[in-house]
């Protein structure tokens, strides 16, 4: 069922309601983004420098204001330094990547044990390729310094010169502004990985090549088992999160569902207009994901992704309540709610991909008709994951001047 309301239109997944309860009330653990993976992930990142969790804020106040039990924000912007939280994904794959390379047990070793003289040597011998609108290749080109390896990044078509010197200065990597959409620019990665003997490392997945998208989206579990800890007894009963293409979003998704089986929380999938790839996958409804063609334009520069992720769609497509497909405008007021919090409510410095979920649920909050439809009440905790800072500084203070 598709609603269209005043800059964003949702689809209420039917399908879901007839799946979920009985899969979640099942005691067996799903294979995939579980909490014995996700402790795994936690276990390396525990050990890189510059780990801590990064915060769970409780806006309190707005919580009183909208009559909810808690709003909850998991800001991922002080990750590693690294202003977003995709580094979670490229360290744990690059981790297991090397482990599976050079021959060693992960469970077994850890980022300490990378410190050794003759292992950074063969480290120094391997190379890393991928394709990025910026967080990844930087968390790419972040976790090849660390490891002692070295990277290329292909960034799209009007990716900004920010991310891209970003990138380079995040790490060891070169980085490159391509003139392909980012569907080619992976597709040109993978054919220099095949030619140059290169690893292609990237946050999404084909027929073939799924393993090491698998580890990325692993990774990624870390800033969620990190905020249900942090939750403690506030159990979400809605969590909205934003998906490029959706590898975050539903490894994110399984592991919620699987740590609160038996309350699990209705999660939306919150996509720009432009780029909703599983919004329209689930559209049209045949089970199958399916590609947005052409060069979709949004400010969510993180989230302009054509392509579902192969190996999360199918999670999303039968246990996802929502997905919602929202213009601009919402990201930017997301982006200015954070920035200008209600009392003593904390600040948030979110961009343009990690303020869309903020801008959304207040819009919901405010009507009583999207309440009734999302089955937001006075019991409800909302939480909502603020995946990136200000990673293109100039456009952030021109948005937040802006009313
Ligand atoms: C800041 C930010 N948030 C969210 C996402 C979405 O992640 P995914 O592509 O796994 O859906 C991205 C992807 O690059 C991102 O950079």
Request: include cysteine; aromatic fraction near 10%; charged fraction near 20%.
């Given at each position: 069922?598709?609603?269209?309301?005043?800059?964003?239109?949702?689809?209420?997944?039917?399908?879901?309601?007839?799946?979920?309860?009985?899969?979640?009330?099942?005691?067996?653990?799903?294979?995939?983004?579980?909490?014995h993976?996700?402790?795994?992930?936690?276990?390396?990142h525990?050990?890189?420098?510059?780990?801590?969790?990064?915060?769970?804020?409780?806006?309190?106040?707005?919580?009183?204001?909208?009559?909810v039990?808690?709003?909850?924000?998991?800001?991922e912007?002080?990750?590693f330094?690294?202003?977003a939280?995709?580094?979670?994904?490229?360290?744990?794959a690059?981790?297991?990547?090397?482990?599976?390379?050079?021959?060693?047990?992960?469970?077994?070793?850890?980022?300490r044990?990378?410190?050794?003289?003759?292992?950074r040597?063969?480290?120094?011998?391997?190379?890393?390729?991928?394709?990025?609108?910026?967080?990844?290749?930087?968390?790419?080109?972040?976790?090849?310094?660390?490891?002692g390896?070295?990277?290329?990044?292909?960034?799209?078509?009007?990716?900004?010169?920010?991310r891209?010197?970003?990138?380079?200065?995040?790490?060891n990597?070169?980085?490159?502004?391509?003139?392909?959409?980012?569907?080619?620019?992976?597709?040109?990665?993978?054919?220099?990985?095949?030619?140059?003997?290169?690893?292609?490392?990237?946050?999404?997945?084909?027929?073939?090549?799924e393993?090491?998208?698998?580890?990325?989206?692993?990774?990624?579990?870390?800033?969620a088992?990190?905020?249900?800890h942090?939750?403690?007894?506030?159990?979400?009963?809605?969590v909205?999160?934003?998906?490029?293409v959706?590898?975050?979003a539903?490894?994110?998704?399984?592991?919620?569902?699987?740590?609160?089986r038996?309350?699990?929380?209705?999660?939306?999938?919150?996509e720009p207009?432009?780029?909703?790839?599983?919004?329209?996958?689930?559209?049209?409804g045949?089970?199958?994901h399916?590609?947005?063609?052409?060069?979709?334009a949004?400010?969510?520069?993180?989230?302009?992704?054509?392509?579902?992720?192969?190996?999360t769609?199918?999670?999303?497509?039968?246990?996802?309540?929502?997905?919602?497909?929202?213009d601009?405008?919402?990201?930017?007021?997301?982006m200015?709610?954070?920035?200008?919090?209600?009392?003593?409510d904390?600040?948030?410095?979110?961009?343009e991909?990690g303020?869309?979920?903020?801008?959304?649920?207040?819009?919901i909050?405010?009507?009583?008709t999207?309440?009734r439809?999302?089955?937001?009440?006075?019991?409800?905790?909302?939480?909502?994951?603020?995946?990136?800072?200000?990673?293109?500084?100039?456009?952030?203070?021109?948005?937040?001047?802006?009313?």
């Amino acid at each position: 069922m598709e609603y269209h309301f005043k800059d964003f239109t949702v689809i209420q997944n039917k399908q879901k309601a007839l799946t979920t309860e009985s899969q979640h009330n099942e005691k067996r653990q799903p294979l995939l983004f579980n909490q014995h993976i996700a402790a795994d992930a936690l276990r390396l990142h525990k050990t890189i420098p510059g780990y801590w969790p990064t915060p769970l804020l409780s806006f309190n106040e707005l919580a009183e204001a909208m009559h909810v039990r808690g709003i909850y924000c998991k800001n991922e912007a002080s990750r590693f330094g690294l202003n977003a939280f995709k580094g979670l994904g490229g360290a744990y794959a690059m981790f297991r990547i090397l482990c599976e390379k050079l021959n060693l047990d992960h469970t077994a070793v850890d980022f300490r044990d990378f410190q050794d003289e003759a292992l950074r040597k063969r480290c120094a011998q391997i190379h890393f390729v991928t394709a990025t609108d910026g967080n990844h290749g930087k968390g790419v080109s972040w976790a090849a310094k660390l490891f002692g390896c070295s990277a290329s990044v292909f960034l799209p078509k009007g990716s900004a010169e920010v991310r891209r010197k970003a990138i380079e200065d995040a790490g060891n990597a070169t980085a490159e502004i391509t003139a392909l959409n980012y569907d080619q620019a992976v597709e040109h990665c993978w054919k220099l990985a095949q030619e140059k003997g290169w690893i292609l490392i990237q946050d999404t997945a084909w027929d073939g090549y799924e393993q090491y998208p698998e580890w990325i989206i692993d990774g990624y579990l870390t800033l969620a088992v990190e905020a249900a800890h942090q939750l403690e007894k506030n159990v979400p009963t809605h969590v909205f999160l934003q998906a490029g293409v959706g590898a975050m979003a539903g490894g994110v998704m399984e592991f919620l569902l699987s740590y609160y089986r038996k309350k699990p929380p209705l999660v939306s999938i919150v996509e720009p207009t432009e780029a909703a790839c599983i919004y329209q996958s689930a559209k049209i409804g045949d089970g199958q994901h399916h590609a947005i063609e052409g060069n979709p334009a949004t400010i969510m520069a993180g989230l302009n992704c054509g392509t579902p992720c192969r190996l999360t769609w199918p999670f999303l497509r039968d246990k996802a309540s929502f997905f919602c497909a929202c213009d601009d405008v919402i990201t930017e007021e997301g982006m200015r709610a954070y920035a200008n919090p209600v009392g003593g409510d904390a600040t948030v410095i979110a961009g343009e991909s990690g303020a869309v979920t903020f801008g959304l649920a207040r819009r919901i909050l405010q009507d009583d008709t999207l309440r009734r439809l999302f089955r937001i009440n006075e019991d409800s905790v909302i939480l909502l994951i603020n995946t990136e800072g200000d990673t293109d500084p100039e456009n952030y203070k021109r948005i937040i001047a802006s009313s």
